[in-house]
């Protein structure tokens, strides 16, 4: 069975979600249809793109991915379909793929020209072009029947964090805050180690708070499991499943978590000082 799943900046309350799941199956009832979120911040490249990259990799190659972000229809800028890492990737050409992908370097790319005639109309680009691309898929066609190849997409840029020889110091920033109010960075594992080399000690700093320990997983925050409880509310810095730095609250929350608690927000600097 074909797998399509769906990513989107449309939110629960309005008829767009289920509009996109009607289009699938009127056109083929035996897809399976998987949500990945449709909670995305309107138009967020960069929120999507951190969700999308960590969530897709545990889909069997061959999944297609729609992407319904910044996605509203304009004669003047292309739909795309994206080979990527075994599976296909369908967005508008925004630069959402470059950001998804600024490590891995496309098998194909094709504009999609299912709906490029000059009469056609396109109400609403996720049902009108990415369902039929993606269905066509779904069905064993092949991509060059509904898009041309193409040599590149939109490019942005990934914030990436610098290292000042100087000041001994990482300058990173808030990339994505999650559901738990878990405050992401843009500073990898291999970035840290690479910097620290030949200091034996860091201080990562925001705000005017610090700390000087990285922990490899949340649970690693407790060093006594029968009394768990007293580490509730304790803030730790770990290395997260996508070998970020991310600032976490143990046990925290939307209301109570890192977010609340340390008051950064996207954009806002972190600093790791070596010493």
Known sequence: MSIITLTSDFGNLDYRVAAVKGKILSLNPEVDIVDITHDIQAFNLIQTSYIVRNAYKYFPKGAIHILSVDSFFHKSRKNILYKSDGSYFLAADNGLLSLIFFDIKPEAIYEITLNSRFDDVVDFTS?????????????????????????????????????????????????????????????????????????????????????????????????????????????????????????????????????????????????????
Do not use: C
């Open 127 to 275: 049902t009108d072009v990415f369902v039929p691309a993606a269905v066509h898929l779904a069905n064993g066609g092949l991509p060059e029947v509904i898009g041309r190849k193409i040599d590149s997409v939109k490019q942005l840029l990934f914030p990436k964090p610098v290292y000042n020889e100087n000041e001994r110091m990482i300058i990173g920033e808030v990339t994505y805050i999650d559901n738990f109010g878990n405050i992401i960075s843009n500073i990898n594992k291999e970035f840290f180690e690479s910097a620290g080399k030949g200091y034996e000690n860091f201080t990562i700093k925001f705000r005017n708070l610090s700390l000087s320990r990285i922990f490899s997983s949340h649970t690693e925050v407790v060093s006594d499991w029968e009394r768990e409880t007293e580490y509730h509310g304790q803030s730790a810095a770990i290395f997260n499943d996508s070998q970020l730095l991310e600032l976490t609250i143990y046990k925290g929350s939307k209301k109570n978590g890192a977010k609340s608690l340390f008051g950064l927000n996207v954009g806002e600097n972190i600093y790791i000082e070596f010493f």
